[in-house]
């Protein structure tokens, strides 16, 4: 069983970068799927949430209107389109999977409600 999430880099102000959390082992079709992120000295935060059992989706409200959750269940993959990015969208991005498809709204943001994780992909917003 393992995520890996990838598609990160150093992109300017402004830009966009997709990240993508590919599953091997499990199909995803029965998991929820959070994305967090971790800046240096920063606790990890939820960024946003997509379930498999009814097609929730939460955004934290510093990424609404600019980041996007989807999934493609065919390639068993989940992505985070990024736009508008800004300097303090720089992180480590980490995706994380919850068995069962369905997690209350309270409590997406909470990593100990996930049982997998993927490595980590990092993002740099700078010019």
């Known amino acids: 069983v393992q995520l890996q999430a990838s598609g990160g880099g150093l992109v300017q102000p402004g830009g966009s970068l997709r990240l993508s959390c590919a599953a091997s082992?499990?199909?995803?079709?029965?998991?929820?799927i959070s994305w967090f992120r971790q800046a240096p000295g920063k606790e990890r935060e939820g960024v946003s949430c997509?379930?498999?059992?009814?097609?929730?989706?939460y955004y934290a409200d510093s990424v609404k209107g600019r980041f996007t959750i989807s999934r493609d269940n065919a390639k068993n993959t989940v992505y985070l389109q990024m736009n508008s990015l800004k300097p303090e969208d720089t992180a480590v991005y980490y995706c994380a999977a919850r068995t069962g498809g369905f997690i209350l709204e309270r409590l997406w943001r909470s990593p100990y409600e996930y049982d997998y994780w993927g490595q980590g992909t990092l993002v740099t917003v700078s010019s």
């Open positions: 082992g499990f199909s995803l079709d029965y998991y929820a």
């Open positions: 997509i379930s498999s059992s009814d097609g929730s989706i």
